[in-house]
């Protein structure tokens, strides 16, 4: 039984993720994982730079991660947070939940990331086909700009 | 007493900074460290109650900072 909040700057490996949340007690393992979209807002996208407040984004994950394993009856929660550059299809976040039962694992993986977006101070900025970059604000536009 | 102010994404581009050292009275809330930048280049892109963060944890505008503290200005969050 493992609970695992990180930030990483190198490529994330989604089997590792998977095997830290690895237990003979989850009848459920799952995986959800957040790419880089080549499309967002009718712009074609050729990459994103993620950059965060780090020690205060480490303290807010290590808190969902906590929250999240208190919340849902499972130890096994791992999220995986990458910054730095990324390149289209590039893996942005990994989240794996191991579970006694699906609904569970279902529940906890949606309410993990759902609380990462609105409160992990993380921000990304778009690089354009035009050679144009943009900072990415979602407020106000229900889920326009996320890559997910 | 001095009070360091983190810039972040952009909010760092607009300001033009990532870090401001901004000297305060004692008894000075965040509210007041924002008011006290908002003469500065490119202040008027900031919103006018930006999120805040007072030692790495999110805070009110009302909060009363003391001296070292670390506040930082949170733009609209965009991770995932």
Do not use: C
Request: aromatic share 6%; proline share 6%; hydrophobic share 45%.
């Amino acid at each position: 039984m493992t609970s695992l909040a990180s930030l990483v700057r190198e490529a994330i490996d989604p089997l590792e993720v998977v095997r830290a949340v690895a237990d003979p007690a989850n009848g459920a393992v799952l995986l959800f994982l957040g790419a880089v979209r080549q499309v967002n807002d009718g712009r074609d996208v050729t990459g994103i730079d993620y950059a965060a407040y780090e020690a205060m984004a480490q303290r807010e994950l290590d808190a969902i991660v906590a929250e999240g394993v208190a919340k849902f009856g499972t130890p096994d929660l791992a999220v995986v947070h990458r910054l730095g550059e990324l390149a289209v299809e590039d893996v942005s976040v990994a989240i794996a939940v191991g579970h006694p039962h699906r609904d569970g694992a279902y529940a906890l993986s949606r309410w993990v990331i759902e609380e990462l977006k609105r409160r992990v101070p993380i921000w990304k900025r778009e690089h354009y086909a035009d050679g144009t970059r943009e900072w990415v604000d979602p407020s106000g536009r229900e889920h326009a700009g996320a890559p997910t | 007493m001095t009070i360091t102010l983190l810039l972040f994404a952009s909010y760092a581009d607009a300001l033009g900074a990532s870090t401001l050292d901004v000297e305060l009275p004692r008894e000075s809330t965040v509210g007041d460290v924002i008011s006290a930048i908002r003469s500065r280049h490119g202040a008027d892109r900031l919103p006018p109650r930006p999120l805040v963060a007072v030692n790495e944890r999110y805070a009110s505008l009302e909060s009363v900072v003391e001296e070292g503290d670390e506040v930082a200005l949170i733009p609209p969050v965009a991770g995932g």
